[in-house]
């Protein structure tokens, strides 16, 4: 089971966070809550990129870090550990307000646009009802996701295989034998002068 975890911990936690990341992203671009005001006798859209406004960098800055994962050794990959984790805690900290009962402040922005009117007091009096679509609980599970995925990273790291020859910076010895034209530009590619 070691051996299995050793070979697919990376790509698991990389396509975890990918994808977490990804639909909190996506999420954050659709409507969250739909605000009616009596009086006007209308209904505000607003976003997911509105009612929490931390959402949508967060769920880039994982999603950017995701990608570096595959490329950086053992301590980096604990540092974008720790990170992914804090991110997703933080996505879980502005998302869980609007689930259990959005705050005024996540529609405030909206209805002000709307309407010219501010403050979080004169926007509650003028407020009839608020529904809630899917989107706040699925950018909550998927930052739930995160989370785990993060410390999944941090408990896995040294079980990783490393980037590879390429991203290798030790020398490598000249190969013996015949000088295979590949082999040049490899060396070409280390700084090496594969004539000498």
Request: with cysteine; charged share 10%; glycine share 8%.
């Amino acid at each position: 089971m070691t051996g299995f975890l050793a070979r697919r911990a990376k790509l698991l936690a990389v396509v975890l966070l990918m994808a977490a990341s990804g639909l909190v992203l996506l999420g954050t671009t659709q409507t969250w809550l739909s605000v009616s005001i009596a009086e006007a006798q209308r209904v505000f859209p607003v976003s997911g990129s509105d009612a929490p406004p931390m959402a949508q960098p967060l769920a880039l800055a994982v999603l950017a870090l995701s990608l570096v994962l595959t490329l950086v050794g053992r301590v980096l990959r604990y540092v974008l550990g720790a990170l992914a984790t804090a991110a997703g805690v933080g996505l879980v900290a502005a998302i869980l307000p609007i689930v259990t009962g959005p705050p005024v402040s996540a529609y405030a922005v909206s209805v002000t646009e709307h309407t010219g009117l501010a403050g979080d007091e004169a926007i509650a009096d003028i407020v009839s009802s608020i529904d809630q679509t899917a989107w706040p609980l699925v950018c909550l599970v998927a930052s739930v996701v995160v989370v785990l995925a993060g410390a999944f990273v941090l408990a896995t790291a040294h079980l990783w295989r490393s980037g590879g020859r390429r991203f290798d910076t030790t020398p490598h010895a000249p190969a013996a034998g015949p000088i295979d034209p590949i082999d040049s530009w490899d060396d070409l590619s280390h700084g090496e002068d594969p004539t000498r």
